[in-house]
């Protein structure tokens, strides 16, 4: 089964501050990564989506996709309060099954 | 509004009585998906659907069963539920290839 692989966190961070998130991915030929935020007992929603090696920025949030040793990260810069959730790692592979992290827990603490 | 519909929110049922949660969306997309999610397990792919009338296998499919007659409907039913099925399940759908999936708002389903 092809894994996806996220750091287990929980990560806390003070309001303001960067919050990196890592993710890897056992798929050497996945084509797209997502990142997904979901709050606590709702749908996950789509914050970023990045399909080309490099920096993919939207607003305060930048995805970065290395291909060659199979990561992609979430930065969350100035992060908020409203910022506290748990973040999916999705990957879709050639046959476009996605598969998904377990998933990081951040808390920013005010 | 594009959107994912998903019915009943809330569920409580007891073993082995069968029952069908909906999902409908209307944004035209071809793919569609069960997902459920446990604690410490993540998002699990239970069935998906490329389009009508093609369904196969996710990761974890034993005790599901699911159909897809029309573009817009992709309705999960449980034969017989037992207490291990039990979890939050989402349906999601997306155009095909790699668009980003989009998620209806989930189902709590208890089975006692």
């Known amino acids: 089964q092809k894994e996806v692989e996220q750091n287990s966190g929980p990560l806390s961070v003070p309001e303001g501050a960067i919050a990196s998130l890592n993710c890897t991915y056992s798929?050497?030929?996945?084509?797209?990564f997502f990142w997904y935020r979901q709050y606590s007992g709702k749908s996950p929603e789509l914050i970023m989506f990045i399909y080309s090696n490099g920096d993919k920025e939207d607003g305060r949030f930048t995805a970065q996709l290395n291909k060659a040793s199979q990561y992609v990260s979430l930065l969350i810069r100035d992060s908020q309060p409203s910022d506290s959730a748990t973040y999916l790692c999705a990957v879709r592979d050639n046959d476009y099954k996605l598969s998904f992290g377990a998933g990081t827990t951040v808390t920013v603490r005010a | 509004e594009a959107q994912v519909t998903q019915n009943p929110r809330y569920l409580i049922t007891v073993t082995g009585k069968k029952l069908t949660v909906t999902c409908s969306q209307n944004?035209?997309?071809?793919?569609m998906s069960w997902y459920r999610q446990d604690p410490g397990l993540g998002l699990r792919q239970i069935y998906y659907?490329?389009?009508?009338?093609?369904?196969d296998k996710g990761d974890v499919p034993e005790g599901y069963k699911v159909s897809r007659k029309e573009k817009r409907n992709f309705p999960l039913i449980l034969e017989s539920p037992s207490p291990n099925q039990t979890s939050l399940y989402f349906c999601?759908?997306?155009?095909?290839?790699?668009?980003?999936?989009?998620f209806g708002n989930g189902t709590r389903l208890t089975v006692t």
């Open positions: 944004m035209n997309h071809e793919y």
């Open positions: 798929d050497r030929g996945s084509q797209s």
């Open positions: 999601a759908s997306s155009f095909p290839g790699h668009s980003p999936l989009h």
């Open positions: 659907s490329m389009n009508v009338e093609v369904t």
